[in-house]
């Protein structure tokens, strides 16, 4: 049994001012919309408690909580907070009425030069095994909102490549990171929270499991938000409002000085999947030592 026991003393520290609010509800009911939603608590519970198991990687359910995220949204306040935006920051008005889509092909990337964005994506869709569109895949692009949901899921590898935060576990956190810095250094409080809903979502879930589960990873995780932040907190703008389009013909090196990204170009977090992947093969396989 463990010797750690919660006493009398601090519950009534924390919990003496809790009021019991009486409802004639015969359900759950609460304050928060989050909470009222039956799946969305079972399915935060579930993937915030449970191991990466090889039957269930840690990308389940990704879709299911965010619909249930944008399905209990206020549309009619983020269409508002667009709208507001757009009146307020010119880079935001030009790349929503643009919409112009980083929907790259293998034919139009093939004859770009060695070390372009162009090149780099070419290699991506040909080499990796993975593609650029990876989500909202169904969405028709028919207002700004709609626009954004597509535009913003094409560039995520896009701006892994920029960023130099490869698609592993401390590339993903670096990334998420970054992006929500650099929104709150932007838009409006209200929006860039919208903006990085999923992404808050994803980064809570991913450190409470390494939290409970897997050290090693959540070493890695402290450092991979920690430069993702300092990174995100010093670009140029928030890399959603690049027009990747414009660059495709550019050297990488050149679009991250022109866009102040600091990349992250040596290896440190490229086998990091392995301490909390657990389908991974080479899943345990320690990758530091602790310090004497």
């Not at 019991?20 to 919309?33: F, Y």
């Not at 060695?114 to 989500?135: C, E, K, R, V, W």
């Not at 899921?153 to 998420?176: K, Q, R, V, W, Y």
């Amino acid at each position: 049994m463990s010797e750690a026991k919660i006493g009398d003393a601090d519950r009534a520290y924390f919990n003496g001012r809790i009021q019991k609010i009486e409802t004639q509800s015969s359900v759950l009911v609460s304050s928060s919309k989050y909470l009222n939603h039956s799946g969305l608590r079972a399915l935060i519970a579930q993937e915030m408690l449970r191991r990466n198991g090889p039957d269930l990687p840690n990308t389940a359910y990704i879709p299911e909580v965010a619909q249930i995220l944008h399905d209990l949204e206020d549309m009619p306040r983020i269409i508002e907070l667009f709208e507001m935006e757009k009146a307020r920051l010119p880079l935001f008005k030009r790349w929503l009425d643009r919409k112009s889509l980083s929907n790259f092909t293998l034919a139009e990337t093939k004859d770009c030069a060695p070390g372009t964005l162009g090149a780099a994506i070419h290699d991506f869709m040909a080499n990796s095994g993975y593609q650029l569109d990876l989500f909202f895949q169904e969405i028709q692009v028919v207002n700004d909102f709609t626009y954004y949901l597509r535009q913003t899921a094409l560039s995520h590898d896009i701006e892994h490549m920029i960023t130099g935060f490869g698609p592993n576990h401390g590339g993903e956190i670096a990334l998420l990171s970054a992006n929500m810095h650099a929104k709150s250094l932007y838009f409006h409080p209200e929006l860039s929270n919208f903006f990085s809903r999923i992404a808050y979502y994803l980064k809570a879930k991913t450190t409470m499991k390494d939290a409970l589960f897997y050290p090693e990873a959540m070493v890695v995780n402290l450092e991979a938000e920690f430069i993702g932040a300092q990174q995100g907190r010093n670009w140029k703008y928030p890399l959603m409002l690049v027009d990747w389009r414009e660059y495709a013909d550019v050297q990488i090196e050149d679009i991250r000085r022109e866009l102040n990204i600091t990349p992250v170009i040596d290896s440190r977090w490229d086998d990091t999947n392995r301490l909390c992947n657990e389908d991974d093969p080479n899943y345990g396989l320690p990758m530091m030592e602790a310090a004497e």
